[in-house]
């Protein structure tokens, strides 16, 4: 990528034999935890382009930028907001913007606010204590804010509504209305371009999103200022005869109604029918791949409808993404980009999206269908790396336990540094990385939980298991009923695959995940003497204390995974890492947010104590203020040492 280069002060001397786990890095802790942002949600009003920064250094505020050609980038608000929400716990879609306006969620308060025109102070529209909005979207033709809300001030499960935030005008106060409620979930509000009618999803318990949703359509009513009041004659378009994921409805300019749907065994995209006779799906003409991805959070783009026909589309082909334009004539033609989310379509005709190459850090850009980058808005950090030090993935396609005729996917990164290299005669130590979810994916991007380990001299081997996605329905329903079994499988069969080859040391293998990837670590050092090391982060130990203790999101999420619960309470046990602690020789790390209400951190306290009363060696962190997922500077850097600190005493080098 010649628009994202490397800052390197790499010399041209050769690499210096040194033990794997030693190796000099520029991949320091201090750029890890401290100078890197996280990048996301990129949209656009006009040809101004507005995107989300998470800053470690402000203990994980996430800050609204805005780039104007000519001015620059600069904060979108005043400083102390936090722009996020806590809707499904994960959150997502917390602004939007549209006419110089901009709505947006403060992860404190829950509150919605409103800007109603560049350099205004906010005014809040909306919020109270026990409510929470995301998924926010300016309605097309009059001054209505729609969200998904959930309402968490009674006793019992939170309640999920679609409603309509009346923008304050010619002196009226701001008004809330609910729109529809009733089903356990609600997202993706999308109303068509004349403003008469609006498309949602739906499902309920014990469904997650990407198993069964239902796509449903109503009429709006409006007042007299044309502000949205109502929805009437309610229909489902989709979903309601047979179990399929359908997701994110756009309309089109010409008000053709899109969705996604995998009815066909894949996501990809398809045009709703409706208003004469029974409503249909009739599927585009769409490139080969999976096009769509779970939606564990609001506002995501796996395509994008374009003004003058056609669209931009997201597809993953053996486990890799692909952009591409999908013209109205049916061709599918090469988008040189490499985005998380579908680019969003300017003014002027450039496109603004969040770049994610191999090779470098994402960065916000701008820029065009057949040019690529033209511009880079912002960066996460700049790295002082050369293209030596980058490790880049290498597909591997390994056996399946159980499964004629069947491949498995991992993505494996070999140890990678410009100023050191392994010993001859010796192979480099192994990290086997599980994914969360257990719904995610390997993905090929630049990361540092890959290049933190390859730039000192380990391999990182990155395993999509079944369960995942971007392989299809029946790759992902793999999963079902069988989590703790399929899944450590897979990562066990992937990583004898991969000492088969010769490729890495058998005696230095170590094991790796988060949240439901910490899960399938434990169990998996339970199961194969493989491993030698195993790290779970905020993972999950005691499957029962989760379908009792969990959020509403994944609140039913085990039925599927394991069996529904009670009546399959010991299916829940004997699956639970904490009943196979016994089994465990490894040495274990486990790190743990002491805020984490997705799994609370007293799962981490009876998993270490179980280690610990069968003699295996363990040691857990807990660290103050971090929920599901660190985001603070200082957590971030501790961990990583950490991490690293314990590979070195298990593997024998000094870190």
């Known amino acids: 990528m010649s628009d994202l280069p490397f800052s390197s002060s790499a010399g041209p001397e050769a690499p210096v034999p040194m033990p794997c786990g030693t190796w000099p890095s520029r991949v320091t802790a201090a750029l890890v935890a401290g100078k890197t942002l996280s990048l996301s949600e990129v949209t656009a009003d006009g040809n101004v382009v507005f ?63 409103l800007v109603a025109q560049p350099g205004a102070q906010p005014v809040q529209i909306a919020g ?9 979207r300016f309605d097309p033709t009059a001054s209505t804010v729609l969200a998904v809300r959930e309402d968490h001030r ?10 309509a935030l009346k923008l304050p005008i010619a002196g009226a106060q701001a008004e809330e209305i609910v729109l529809y409620s009733g089903p356990d979930f609600l997202s993706s509000p999308s109303v068509s371009p004349d403003g008469t009618r609006m498309a949602w999803v739906e499902w309920q318990h014990p469904d997650m999103p990407w198993d069964a949703t239902r796509l449903c359509l109503a009429e709006v009513v409006r007042d007299v ?42 996501w990809t995209v398809w045009a709703v029918q409706f208003g004469q006779g029974a409503p249909a799906l009739t599927p585009c003409i769409m490139p080969e791949g999976e096009i769509g991805q779970p939606a564990w959070v609001f506002g995501q783009r796996s395509y994008q409808p374009l003004p003058e026909g056609g669209c931009l589309v997201l597809a993953v082909r053996d486990g890799r993404t692909t952009c591409l334009h999908q013209t109205a004539q ?64 290498e597909t591997i396609r390994f056996p399946v336990p159980g499964q004629q005729d069947v491949l498995g996917h991992a993505l494996f990164y070999p140890p990678a540094n410009s100023r050191a290299c392994v010993p001859e005669g010796a192979l480099p130590p192994m990290i086997v990385q599980v994914h969360g979810g257990p719904t995610a994916r390997a993905q090929e991007g630049f990361s540092f939980k890959v290049q933190w380990w390859t730039s000192r001299g380990f391999a990182v081997l990155d395993v999509n298991y079944g369960g995942s996605t971007g392989f299809g329905r ?72 989760l379908a009792q203790e969990t959020h509403k999101f994944e609140a039913r999420y085990l039925d599927g995974l394991i069996g529904p619960w009670p009546e399959a309470e010991a299916v829940y046990l004997a699956r639970s890492p904490l009943s196979v ?58 961990a990583l040492e950490e991490e690293l600190a314990f590979y070195g005493r298990v593997f024998g080098f000094e870190a």
């Open 225 to 266: 200022e044309g502000r949205m009041t109502a929805l009437n004659n309610k229909q489902v378009l989709a979903g309601a005869e047979q179990r399929e994921s359908v997701l994110e409805p756009r309309w089109t300019e010409d008000g053709q109604l899109l969705a996604i749907s995998d009815r066909s065994g894949c």
């Open 474 to 545: 029946a790759w992902r329903e793999r999963l079902n009923g069988a989590w703790g079994v399929v899944d450590v499988a897979d990562c066990i069969a992937a990583c004898r695959h991969m000492v088969a080859t010769g490729r890495v040391d058998p005696k230095r293998l170590a094991i790796r995940g988060s949240s439901a990837g910490g899960m399938t670590v434990l169990v998996a050092l339970a199961e194969s003497d493989l491993f030698a090391a195993g790290v779970s982060l905020y993972g999950v130990t005691d499957l029962r204390a």
């Open 51 to 113: 995107w989300l920064e998470r800053r470690p250094a402000e203990k994980g505020r996430s800050v609204l930028m805005r780039w104007v050609e000519g001015q620059g980038v600069a904060e979108a608000l005043p400083s102390g907001f936090d722009v996020a929400t806590r809707v499904h716990e994960y959150g997502g879609g917390p602004y939007a913007v549209r006419g110089g306006r901009i709505a947006f969620s403060d992860k404190r308060t829950g509150a919605v606010w």
């Open 128 to 136: 109270e204590d026990g409510l929470r909005y995301a998924d926010l």
């Open 330 to 393: 049916g061709q599918a033609l090469a988008f040189d980009a490499h985005p998380d989310q579908c680019p969003v379509p300017l003014a002027d005709g450039r496109f603004a999206w969040l770049e994610v190459p191999d090779d470098a850090l994402p960065a916000v850009v701008v820029g065009s269908m057949t040019k690529g980058v033209e511009q880079v808005l912002q960066r996460a950090a700049t790295l002082d790396l050369a293209p030596a030090d980058v490790s880049r993935a």
């Open 581 to 638: 602690a016994h089994k465990i020789k490894a040495a274990v790390l486990l790190l743990q947010g002491s805020d984490d209400k997705v799994v609370p951190p007293g799962q981490a306290h009876a998993m270490a104590k179980a280690l610990k009363e069968a003699g295996s060696p363990c040691t857990l962190h807990e660290f103050p203020g971090e929920g599901h997922g660190f985001r603070q500077e200082a957590t971030i850097r501790k």
């Open 154 to 163: 009674a006793e019992g499960e939170a309640k999920a509504a679609l409603v």
